[in-house]
């Protein structure tokens, strides 16, 4: 499969990850995310009349999120443009990325803006009326929290799927450790020399706009709530659960913040293009999933099928970025690809700079692509698991226009 689609170079940005109850906890995530597109747009001197569709993944309810899409492209200034609002948890990123493939391949659009925002502060607590209760009472729920706690499936939480596949794999607390260790070097690789690898795709240092939009409070020199782990604090460090092996330092954080892309067909790609030289072309999508509380697994299949999908091996990867809400999700991948998990995830990945859910995958896929540009083109492999024990991949490639 090549779906013929392609991405800008340049064409897509990501405001730094904040973790939550951070300096970014008062912005309600459409709002910022529209207020962030604009500015982009307008940094790129994209002309917003060319975005004819758009695509906006959310999973976190905020207060009209009704409105979706229609409301952040009116915000941005797009006021022509519709589309819909996707909410697949941590997959939305790759999901963005399929619904405008196809929106474009089916001859319905020419250029999609796809948006992913989500603010993991101070999620809703929602209730909800149950006529038949007794005295009319209903039920009720902390959006978010009860969401990382209970799968309503299975009734296990998402921790649980990350210990079952450690006990499965036989992957001790220290494996996982030595893992988070390499994340978090590989990490500074991109904040080394003044952050000049997050520059190429995030403005720095960041504006933090008050939540009217009408003046800024701050500024962000970069991701906030980075823990700078040791091995010696790491081995201080206790598993969570009874018996366990998955510690604090082993897993992510919630975290807010967006990101954007922009896709289109080959000739509109070579225009809009930062480097017109870049070729950024989608080749392949793939999903699946696990046995009910193996979450992590779920990213094998998937890879393999975004690769069989593109027509490539392991072995032709150039880069693999992954969502890794637990470390113990690098560490099955490689075994199961036959690869060492020392070399994926360059520059980051979520479980260092953390989880604001939909827009986890898309900031992987603008990494990679700008560690396969650093690196002179080649094939990408982005995967991540995502609640009901799923995944999802997408498979690129960097090259040059005028080559074959």
Known sequence: MNSGIEIPYGCYWSTPFAKWQGPLRHLHSIEFAAWVCRK??????????????????????QHHGFYGLPWLTGLAGLTHVTGPT?????????????????????????????????????????????????????TH??????????????????????????????ITTQEQHAVVLRRLEQYREATSNDRAFQRRF?????????????????????????????????????????????????????????????LTNSTRAAELSRDRAIRIELLGFGQARAKPAYMPEATIPAARAAMQRAGIA????????????FAVNDIILSRALEIEWESMNNYGS????????????LRSVIELIEELTTRGGGYGLFTGCAAGDSAMAVVLKVGHRDRA
């Open 40 to 61: 982009e747009l307008e940094h790129r001197s994209v002309d917003g009349r060319l975005i004819d569709h758009a695509v906006l993944g959310t999973t976190v309810i």
């Open 86 to 138: 996707l909410s697949q948890a941590c997959a939305t990123g790759v999901r963005l990325l399929l619904s405008g493939v196809q929106e474009i391949a089916s001859g319905l659009a020419d250029v999609t803006l796809a948006v992913a925002a989500d603010r993991c502060s101070y999620s809703a607590h929602v209730y909800y009326p149950n006529p038949i209760g007794p005295g009319g009472t209903g």
């Open 141 to 170: 729920e902390d959006w978010l929290l009860e969401a990382f706690n209970c799968d309503p499936f299975g009734g296990h939480g998402m921790l649980q799927t990350a210990e079952n596949v450690a006990r499965k794999h036989s």
């Open 202 to 262: 995030m403005k720095l240092p960041f504006e933090v706009p008050r939540a009217d939009f009408k003046k800024n409070e701050g500024t962000l020199e970069g991701d906030d709530g980075i823990y700078d782990s040791t091995a010696e604090g790491l081995g201080r460090l206790k598993p969570l659960l009874p018996g366990g092996t998955v510690t604090f330092g082993g897993q992510t954080h919630p975290a807010d913040g967006n990101a954007a892309v922009l």
């Open 314 to 325: 392991v072995k032709q990867l150039t880069a693999i970025k992954t969502h890794n809400p």
């Open 350 to 361: 979520s479980l260092i700079w953390g989880h604001p859910n939909a827009p986890t995958g």
